[in-house]
């Protein structure tokens, strides 16, 4: 994806152009794709409480090296746009598009507040959990969960949500064999239905289990779990999920989450 300077839309300027400052010199792919991103962020493309793409991800996407990623993502947390949590990712901590009157102490107040609000700050305690909990203890609460969560997504979610969550199922689609990149789908996927719930506690939680996911001692079993078959089989269950939102069918829906996660349990039943 090429990098070109973005549109001079006031609400999308980035706060080192607002300011006329940096806060550290930065290469112009650097500082390039700092104003990719924070358009992003500031028209809602990553919303509040967003967890970013991987640097992997990004490098790829934008064919830039890692250590530009890396130094992006350090320019827009040194502005307040995004909060980086090491072993768990980037979140976006800006709530009001750039430009919006607010008091020079706000970013300091909506850090805090999505330091209240996600995953990687709850208690030690919390995030150990990931430490001592096994695959099926895991598909045990997603299936307590998911379900509700599925129904409350068909109600609230926006057209823009719905855009989204189809986006997550392209990314899907491109997967044949690639079991981490049928991982990264699949979280995004789901954690996209926690967000299209519009429940800051629902969502909370959905990103506790999202951290247990993604944690490391899960990644090594990733070619186990996503075999080329069971990708093709969970991409066409990810699409009758898909479609049912789509379709504002609850009771289809919820079915089908539940389907789905009986057939996940089957899968690491048949594994163990």
């Known amino acids: 994806m090429a990098l070109n300077p973005p549109e001079r839309n006031l609400a999308l300027v980035p706060p080192w152009e607002r300011d006329g400052r940096l806060t550290h010199p930065v290469?112009?792919?650097?500082?390039?794709?700092?104003?990719?991103?924070?358009?992003?962020i500031a028209s809602g493309t990553y919303p509040f409480g967003t967890r970013l793409p991987a640097e992997r991800h990004l490098a790829e996407e934008f064919s830039l090296s890692r250590n530009t990623v890396r130094q992006a993502l350090d320019l827009l947390e040194s502005h307040q746009a995004i909060?980086?949590?090491?072993?768990?990712?980037?979140?976006?901590?800006?709530?009001?598009?750039?430009?919006?009157?607010?008091?020079?102490?706000?970013?300091?107040?909506?850090?805090?507040?999505?330091?209240?609000?996600?995953?990687?700050?709850?208690?030690?305690?919390?995030?150990?959990?990931s430490e001592i909990?096994?695959?099926?203890?895991?598909?045990?609460?997603?299936?307590?969960?998911?379900?509700?969560?599925?129904?409350l997504a068909v109600i609230n979610m926006s057209a823009r949500?719905?855009?989204?969550?189809?986006?997550?199922?392209?990314?899907?689609?491109?997967?044949?064999?690639s079991a981490e990149d049928f991982s990264h789908w699949d979280l995004e996927f789901h954690l996209q239905i926690a967000r299209g719930a519009h429940n800051p506690l629902l969502f909370g939680i959905y990103e506790?289990?999202?951290?247990?996911?993604r944690h490391a001692h899960w990644a090594r079993n990733k070619a186990q779990i996503?075999?080329?078959?069971r990708i093709r089989d969970y991409k066409a269950r990810h699409r009758a999920i898909y479609e049912a939102i789509e379709a504002r069918d609850i009771e289809s829906a919820v079915e089908f989450s539940k389907l789905h996660m009986t057939e996940v349990q089957r899968d690491l039943l048949r594994d163990h």
């Open 27 to 40: 290469t112009k792919s650097v500082k390039l794709l700092a104003d990719a991103l924070f358009e992003r």
């Open 226 to 229: 996503f075999s080329p078959n």
């Open 208 to 213: 506790l289990i999202d951290h247990v996911r």
């Open 133 to 151: 909990t096994g695959p099926l203890e895991l598909n045990v609460v997603r299936s307590i969960v998911e379900p509700e969560m599925v129904r």
């Open 161 to 177: 949500d719905i855009a989204r969550l189809k986006d997550c199922l392209r990314g899907l689609d491109t997967v044949t064999t």
């Open 83 to 129: 909060a980086r949590r090491p072993g768990s990712g980037s979140f976006v901590i800006l709530r009001e598009p750039a430009g919006a009157a607010h008091d020079q102490a706000a970013p300091k107040d909506v850090e805090a507040e999505a330091n209240q609000n996600h995953t990687p700050d709850l208690p030690a305690r919390l995030l150990e959990i």
